[in-house]
């Protein structure tokens, strides 16, 4: 199994609190990224990172802010947590070969914002 | 609106039966990944395809990419009780490393 840890892995907060989850691989893949999972909508991208302080937004990036300042560590922050960004969050990684490279995902973070 | 549309959103059939799962879009894809997901864990790849018309067999799945390289299949033979699962689909665009997933496809199979 691809070493992907997310945490935490269940979170409840409330509405307007800051929320950070954390992505953290032992694989060295460049490329990392967050989606969610929400019933009828697959997995939805969000943000994602193509190397050390490179990343770049995905569908569904409004709310969501990111940073990756070492390889192994891709950070999602929810600046106010709002009701509608309750879901299940997963991190993926990718070692980037170009259209066919596979995606590994960790275990997921499921977060309710009350 | 997702640029992949799969159909059936549930599917519940018995143990032996056949189906097929359907992944379309109005947009071209330059490769075509197939996942499966169990409860409580993360999608874990099928097969990838990426040229129009491609058929691959993996035992009893069979997945099809368009020859326009705008939709998908998968087709499962005598199904099983294992075959149980949220099955998606994600289609890589020209940039190379984004995947765009489907709404997926909830399949039980009764025993």
């Known amino acids: 199994d691809a070493g992907i840890t997310q945490s935490p892995r269940h979170k409840v907060t409330e509405t307007g609190t800051p929320v950070t989850l954390r992505c953290h691989q032992t694989?060295?893949?460049?490329?990392m990224y967050w989606y969610r999972q929400d019933p009828g909508h697959g997995l939805r991208l969000i943000h994602y990172?193509?190397?050390?302080?490179?990343?770049d937004k995905g569908e569904v990036s409004d709310g969501y802010s990111v940073s990756r300042s070492k390889t192994e560590d891709f950070l999602l922050t929810l600046e106010s947590a709002t009701s509608s960004q309750t879901s299940v969050y997963f991190c993926?990684?990718?070692?980037?070969?170009?259209?066919?490279?596979?995606?590994?995902f960790g275990e997921g973070s499921r977060l309710t914002v009350l | 609106t997702q640029l992949l549309e799969q159909s059936p959103q549930f599917l519940s059939i018995q143990e032996g039966e056949n189906l097929t799962v359907y992944c379309n879009s109005s947009?071209?894809?330059?490769?075509l990944q197939w996942y499966r997901q169990e409860p409580g864990e993360g999608p874990v790849l099928l097969v990838t395809v990426v040229t129009g018309g491609e058929v691959k067999k993996l035992k009893r799945l069979t997945f099809q990419f368009g020859d326009a390289r705008k939709d998908s299949s998968l087709h499962i033979t005598a199904a099983q009780p294992g075959d149980t699962g949220l099955y998606l689909c994600a289609g890589a665009k020209d940039t190379g490393n984004q995947f765009y997933f489907g709404t997926g496809t909830s399949l039980t199979v009764i025993p």
């Open positions: 990172s193509y190397g050390v302080k490179d990343t």
């Open positions: 993926a990684i990718s070692d980037g070969s170009r259209y066919t490279g596979e995606l590994f």
């Open positions: 947009s071209v894809f330059s490769s």
């Open positions: 694989e060295n893949h460049r490329y």
